[in-house]
Nanobody, 115 residues
Framework: QVHLVESGGGLVQPGGSLRLSCAAS????????MGWYRQAPGKQRELVAA???????NYADSAKGRFTISRDNAKNTVYLQMNSLKPEDTAVYYC?????????WGQGTQVTVSS
């Protein structure tokens, strides 16, 4: 059973930064593509960023240029560095495989961007 635990969220002002972490049980990152997802109130959950086995990355248009996804396979941890945060980034952020596995969703970590 894979267990994913997100952390690093919080309250920040517009223009601020946060670094999210996702720790996983088992050695899964070497053979799985990973992604960060978010869900804002009243909206569908969306893919924000993905990192492929070889290290290449993809970003949603809303995140491009501001967010950076990375991973440390030895530590089974994936990160999301978020800069220049905007109020519309407010959401619960989750990590999962990409494509996601339904049973692997964790509690997520709340990110609130507000002045």
């Amino acid at each position: 059973q894979v267990h994913l635990v997100e952390s690093g969220g919080g309250l920040v002002q517009p223009g601020g930064s946060l670094r999210l972490s996702c720790a996983a049980s088992g050695s899964i990152f070497r053979i799985n593509n990973m992604g960060w997802y978010r869900q804002a109130p009243g909206k569908q959950r969306e893919l924000v960023a993905a990192i492929i086995m070889g290290g290449s990355t993809n970003y949603a248009d809303s995140a491009k240029g501001r967010f950076t996804i990375s991973r440390d396979n030895a530590k089974n941890t994936v990160y999301l560095q978020m800069n220049s945060l905007k109020p519309e980034d407010t959401a619960v952020y989750y990590c999962n495989f990409h494509p996601p596995i339904r049973g692997y969703w964790g509690q997520g970590t709340q990110v609130t961007v507000s002045s």
